[in-house]
């Protein structure tokens, strides 16, 4: 088992910068996969970024050039720093961990005010 504990979440002016932390802890070996995931009221949860354990990344159009996915798999922790905030980026963000099956944490909220 995988246990995800998110961190970091709370409330932006537009143009700010919020950074999430993702850590894993149980059986953390052989993770290959972690990414955030965001689903805002309403809508379906989108893939945000996702990052290999050999350090591969890839990101949504919609948040490109704004947001980095990190980890340091030393901590079995994962970040990611959202820059230049909009409105559209309120939701909740959630962790995700890939091992035989998906693992996922309890969600943070992140809110940009305009």
């Known amino acids: 088992q995988v246990q995800l504990v998110e961190s970091g979440g709370g409330l932006v002016q537009a143009g700010g910068s919020l950074r999430l932390s993702c850590t894993a802890s149980?059986?953390?070996?052989?993770?290959?996969?972690m990414g955030w995931y965001r689903q805002a009221p309403g809508k379906q949860r989108d893939l945000v970024a996702y990052?290999?354990?050999?350090?591969?990344?890839n990101y949504a159009d919609f948040v490109k050039d704004r947001f980095t996915i990190s980890r340091d798999n030393a901590k079995n922790t994962m970040y990611l720093q959202m820059n230049s905030l909009k409105p559209e980026d309120t939701a909740v963000y959630y962790c995700?961990?890939?091992?035989?099956?998906?693992?996922w944490g309890q969600g943070t909220q992140v809110t940009v005010s305009s």
């Open positions: 995700n961990a890939k091992k035989m099956m998906d693992y």
């Open positions: 149980g059986t953390t070996a052989g993770i290959r996969v």
């Open positions: 990052i290999t354990s050999e350090g591969w990344r």
